[in-house]
């Protein structure tokens, strides 16, 4: 939803996108329109056609049967002359004679299986097959009871029926038999072969045809193709149409559109000339349609492939212009945020061109300058300076602007000039910056006014001074606390203890044999007293070693040098000069807790095999380094890193000192200290 939201938002940016989408829309409409008016057309056309076809259809299918039946009822009516005259009516119509006439007549007609008679009774007596069955009563057949029931038509043709001597399907054309006196004779029958017509329709080959009918004039069906037994002897004909036929002075054709199983089709209807049989030939919508469906799909394609490819062209093209849109509408936010980001700045920026034309000037050029942008603007550099510089900064700012234009680089950086606001000087920080657009030189000059960050750094100054003083002396307070607890330590808590062990150990001289669980508790006692006099040592030890007062910083780093191989198992060399009574108590103090905070860091680190300690007299300092064979680790120099690392590096700068870590990861660590010799006195 919201990127729909945000295309339409997008369209009514970028006017251009819609009128393509609405130029495309239009091809696209076109295109389908024109394709499918032709299709229509086509279509339309080609339903003519196959109306046409299949009424030139029916007349060559009306011709064809009419010469079909014309040989079959010149055949009968040369059978019934011959059996009606004067020789005919001597023999018996189930005679010899009569036989091998039958014979003879349907000799040449193979759309007759069989002629044969039916005498007055409805039995019949004679017939051109070998296999006729006489005396079969034929009395229910409708060639037979169409004449007894007075009809007068020379022929009549009747519906499909199953012959019983052979359980054919046959429809059967009769004619009515008379005697000298005109009387009821009987019938002449030819059986009609089926297979013949359908055969014939067949040999047509026309593909176009879905079916070919031939009915009697009741609309009763007697053959066609395709071949199906399922309507013999029914009526399937219109009979609005079979009338409409029947009414016709000359034989036409009459077209009807039918619904069907196989859908809407056509069918046209045609007249036997001289015989009630009518012929149909149908073709349905779909058949009808199949040419036009051969040229329909090439056209479709072509439609589809034109739309595809109108489609791709203006996605692409959209997608450009959208891009193109979006991407000049980021640059004119990019813009606008530019100016905004440039207008905001607190330095005064004034960009000029080659001529000296200032062609930028920002709110805070013009609250430095007191001019407004708008006058500024236009005018001449060295005009707009001259009110605020001195001759002799103007010159020297000139000589700088000069080299601007030159420089190779484009890109200059000029110190601190002085410049007048409200008739007072004020340091101003000045950089000069040379691009070329659009062929054109362009100098950039960023004016900083100092007063705010000179004074800054001047209260950034006293605040680490006074930081410093207040490290130092909390410094101090913690070692005088250290010395002074540990001093309690020793002496008094120290003495004490000695002397309860020497009061114990007295009470334990006076037990009496036999009180031997007394002696054993007295020796367990003396145990106790003896591991707290060992950690009241210990603990006054790591507070402030004694020796580093009485002794100094020799003595008291061999001591603990010695305390730390022994607790941690690492080897330490100790390198100290022959005379270390130059330095304070409080040089001492330093490098003593360096040296501390180092092998501790060694121990719990390093993983180191061996640690090289080295204390050097430079003269003028002391110099104190730890160099470990350890794992190292990786230090950044721009933070302050472990807190250890960073109490050694405030005890050393607390006296004036320096303090440095080399060090990588598989290189081992060196820590070196850097002491004055000699500390001021507050």
């Given at each position: 939803?919201?990127?729909?939201?945000?295309?339409?938002?997008?369209?009514?940016?970028i006017?251009s996108?819609?009128?393509l989408?609405?130029l495309?829309l239009?091809?696209?409409l076109a295109?389908?329109i024109?394709?499918?008016?032709?299709?229509?057309?086509?279509?339309?056309?080609e339903l003519?056609?196959?109306?046409g076809?299949i009424?030139?259809?029916?007349?060559?299918?009306s011709?064809q049967t009419t010469?079909?039946?014309?040989s079959?009822a010149m055949?009968m009516?040369?059978a019934?002359?011959?059996i009606?005259d004067?020789i005919?009516r001597r023999?018996e119509?189930?005679?010899?004679p009569?036989?091998?006439?039958?014979?003879?007549?349907?000799?040449?007609?193979p759309q007759?299986?069989?002629?044969?008679?039916?005498?007055?009774q409805?039995?019949?007596?004679?017939?051109?097959?070998?296999?006729?069955?006489?005396?079969?009563?034929?009395v229910?057949?409708?060639?037979?009871?169409?004449?007894?029931?007075?009809?007068?038509?020379?022929?009549?043709?009747?519906?499909?029926?199953?012959?019983r001597?052979?359980?054919?399907w046959?429809?059967?054309?009769?004619?009515r038999l008379?005697?000298?006196?005109?009387?009821?004779?009987?019938?002449?029958?030819?059986?009609?072969?089926?297979?013949?017509?359908e055969s014939?329709?067949?040999?047509?080959?026309?593909?176009?045809?879905?079916?070919?009918?031939l009915?009697?004039?009741?609309?009763?069906?007697l053959?066609g193709k395709?071949?199906?037994?399922?309507?013999f002897g029914?009526?399937i004909?219109?009979s609005?149409?079979l009338?409409?036929?029947?009414?016709?002075?000359v034989a036409?054709?009459?077209?009807?559109?039918?619904?069907?199983?196989?859908?809407r089709?056509?069918?046209?209807?045609?007249?036997?000339a001289?015989?009630?049989l009518?012929?149909?030939?149908a073709?349905?919508?779909?058949?009808?349609?199949t040419?036009?469906r051969?040229?329909m799909?090439?056209?479709v394609?072509?439609?589809?492939?034109v739309?595809?490819f109108v489609?791709?062209v203006?996605?692409?093209?959209?997608?450009n212009?959208?891009?193109k849109g979006?991407?000049?509408?980021?640059?004119?936010d990019?813009?606008a945020?530019?100016?905004?980001?440039?207008?905001?700045a607190?330095d005064?920026?004034?960009?000029?061109?080659?001529?000296?034309?200032?062609?930028?000037?920002?709110?805070a050029?013009?609250?430095?300058?007191?001019?407004?942008a708008?006058?500024?603007?236009?005018?001449d550099?060295?005009e707009?300076?001259a009110?605020?510089l001195?001759?002799?900064?103007?010159?020297?700012l000139?000589r700088f602007?000069?080299?601007?234009?030159?420089?190779?680089?484009?890109?200059i950086l000029l110190?601190i000039i002085?410049s007048l606001?409200?008739?007072?000087?004020?340091?101003v920080?000045?950089?000069l910056?040379?691009?070329?657009?659009r062929g054109?030189?362009?100098?950039?000059?960023?004016?900083r006014?100092?007063?705010?960050?000179?004074?800054?750094?001047?209260?950034l100054?006293?605040?680490?001074?006074?930081?410093?003083?207040?490290s130092a002396?909390?410094?101090?307070v913690?070692?005088e606390?250290r010395?002074?607890?540990?001093r309690?330590?020793h002496?008094?808590l120290?003495?004490m203890?000695?002397?309860?062990?020497?009061?114990?150990s007295?009470?334990?001289?006076r037990?009496?044999?036999?009180?031997?669980?007394l002696?054993?508790?007295?020796?367990?006692?003396?145990?106790?007293?003896?591991?707290?006099?060992?950690?009241?040592?210990?603990?006054s030890?790591?507070?402030?070693p004694l020796v580093?007062d009485?002794?100094?910083?020799?003595?008291?780093?061999?001591?603990?040098?010695d305390?730390?191989?022994?607790?941690?198992?690492?080897?330490v060399?100790?390198v100290?000069p022959?005379?270390?009574?130059q330095?304070?108590?409080?040089v001492?103090?330093a490098?003593?807790?360096?040296?501390?905070?180092?092998l501790t860091?060694?121990?719990?680190h390093?993983?180191?095999?061996?640690?090289?300690?080295?204390?050097?007299?430079?003269?003028?300092?002391?110099?104190?380094?730890?160099h470990?064979?350890?794992?190292?680790?990786?230090h950044?120099?721009?933070r302050c890193g472990?807190l250890?690392?960073v109490?050694?590096?405030e005890?050393a700068?607390?006296?004036g000192?320096?303090f440095?870590?080399?060090?990588?990861p598989?290189a081992?660590?060196?820590?070196?200290?850097?002491?004055?010799?000699?500390?001021?006195r507050?």
């Amino acid at each position: 939803m919201f990127r729909s939201i945000g295309l339409k938002a997008r369209l009514r940016q970028i006017p251009s996108v819609k009128a393509l989408l609405l130029l495309s829309l239009a091809m696209i409409l076109a295109t389908v329109i024109s394709a499918t008016a032709l299709l229509l057309d086509l279509r339309q056309k080609e339903l003519a056609h196959a109306q046409g076809e299949i009424v030139s259809l029916t007349r060559i299918l009306s011709e064809q049967t009419t010469r079909t039946f014309e040989s079959v009822a010149m055949t009968m009516r040369g059978a019934r002359e011959r059996i009606s005259d004067d020789i005919g009516r001597r023999f018996e119509l189930d005679s010899r004679p009569i036989h091998l006439l039958l014979q003879a007549r349907i000799a040449g007609l193979p759309q007759v299986t069989s002629l044969f008679l039916v005498d007055s009774q409805g039995l019949g007596v004679n017939s051109s097959r070998p296999d006729f069955t006489r005396r079969l009563s034929v009395v229910d057949r409708e060639f037979f009871s169409h004449f007894v029931a007075g009809g007068n038509d020379e022929i009549f043709i009747s519906r499909p029926e199953k012959a019983r001597v052979d359980g054919q399907w046959t429809y059967y054309v009769s004619m009515r038999l008379l005697d000298a006196d005109e009387q009821f004779r009987g019938v002449l029958v030819a059986a009609i072969n089926i297979d013949y017509f359908e055969s014939l329709y067949d040999s047509i080959g026309l593909d176009f045809v879905s079916r070919i009918l031939l009915l009697n004039r009741d609309g009763v069906f007697l053959a066609g193709k395709p071949h199906d037994e399922m309507l013999f002897g029914k009526s399937i004909g219109n009979s609005a149409t079979l009338v409409k036929l029947q009414e016709q002075q000359v034989a036409g054709v009459v077209v009807v559109s039918e619904e069907s199983v196989a859908g809407r089709q056509f069918v046209a209807y045609r007249q036997v000339a001289n015989y009630p049989l009518v012929v149909g030939a149908a073709v349905t919508e779909d058949d009808a349609l199949t040419p036009w469906r051969q040229v329909m799909r090439p056209i479709v394609a072509g439609v589809v492939l034109v739309v595809l490819f109108v489609v791709l062209v203006t996605f692409l093209m959209a997608r450009n212009l959208l891009r193109k849109g979006v991407l000049e509408s980021a640059l004119k936010d990019s813009d606008a945020q530019l100016r905004h980001m440039i207008q905001s700045a607190r330095d005064a920026i004034v960009t000029v061109n080659s001529a000296k034309c200032v062609v930028f000037f920002n709110a805070a050029a013009e609250h430095m300058f007191g001019v407004r942008a708008e006058e500024a603007i236009g005018s001449d550099i060295d005009e707009l300076l001259a009110r605020y510089l001195s001759q002799a900064q103007l010159a020297n700012l000139l000589r700088f602007l000069d080299e601007g234009w030159r420089s190779p680089d484009g890109r200059i950086l000029l110190g601190i000039i002085e410049s007048l606001r409200d008739e007072q000087e004020f340091p101003v920080e000045l950089s000069l910056s040379t691009t070329t657009f659009r062929g054109k030189t362009l100098l950039t000059a960023v004016f900083r006014d100092l007063t705010e960050r000179q004074r800054a750094e001047r209260e950034l100054l006293e605040t680490n001074r006074q930081l410093q003083e207040l490290s130092a002396s909390l410094q101090s307070v913690r070692e005088e606390e250290r010395t002074g607890i540990a001093r309690e330590l020793h002496d008094e808590l120290g003495q004490m203890l000695t002397g309860i062990r020497m009061e114990v150990s007295w009470l334990g001289g006076r037990l009496v044999d036999g009180q031997q669980a007394l002696a054993d508790k007295v020796t367990a006692i003396k145990g106790q007293i003896d591991q707290t006099i060992a950690s009241v040592r210990r603990m006054s030890s790591e507070l402030r070693p004694l020796v580093l007062d009485d002794l100094g910083f020799a003595a008291a780093a061999g001591w603990y040098v010695d305390q730390f191989s022994a607790r941690t198992g690492l080897p330490v060399e100790l390198v100290l000069p022959a005379d270390d009574s130059q330095h304070d108590d409080t040089v001492a103090t330093a490098l003593f807790r360096v040296l501390q905070e180092s092998l501790t860091n060694v121990a719990r680190h390093a993983r180191a095999t061996r640690v090289k300690v080295r204390l050097d007299f430079q003269g003028v300092q002391w110099a104190l380094s730890i160099h470990d064979d350890g794992v190292g680790f990786v230090h950044d120099h721009g933070r302050c890193g472990d807190l250890g690392l960073v109490g050694m590096r405030e005890r050393a700068q607390i006296l004036g000192g320096q303090f440095a870590v080399t060090t990588a990861p598989g290189a081992g660590t060196l820590i070196e200290v850097f002491i004055p010799a000699q500390q001021k006195r507050a």
